[in-house]
Structure formats: C-alpha cells, structure tokens
C-alpha cells in the first residue's frame, strides 16, 4: 500500500486496507507514530482523509456488497464517508 506512488488505488481501496490491517493509535487523536496517523504520513495523505476512506470502507462492509462492488461504487469513498455519520441502520437504505 505504502508503495502507491502513482496513485493507482482508489480512495476505497485504501480505506478498505486501512479498515483491516491499521490499527488505530490508542494513545488519541494527534498522537504521532502509528495507526491512522502514522499509515497517512507513510501514504503522504492527510490523516483525516484516511479516517474518510476507511469509513467509507466500513459502511460497504457493513452492507455485505463487496462482490457487488463497481467503478461508481469505488469513486463514491466521500459520499460513503458522509453516510457513515448516520445510525448504522440507515447505511443500506442511505445507499
């Protein structure tokens, strides 16, 4: 992932590898070194849209489509990132 220079993955793809192999720092927000924080800085991408993408991530999970997954879909991190700060129940009818 880190290896990503030419920007080849979408911004759902890096949350989903955020979402599943990046722990989240335990020492709170700010906190330099590891997690989100740490996995940004590695990517050369702001933090928080790191936190976007890997919320995205998380409500596509949430609604069990990952097969169903198409272009549209991938494009879509900042939009599912917004659908995120709605009750998790509300995820697949948001979408």
Sequence with gaps: MTANAQGELSPLEIGMHALHYVEKDKRGKGATGGGLKGYADQLG?????????????????SINCNSAINQDLLK????????????????????
């Design 45 to 61: 991408k702001d933090p928080a849209h790191i936190t976007r993408y890997r919320q995205a991530a998380a409500v596509v999970e």
């Design 76 to 95: 879509c991190a900042a939009h599912l990132a917004a659908i995120h700060k709605l009750p998790e129940e509300a995820w697949g009818v948001a979408i």
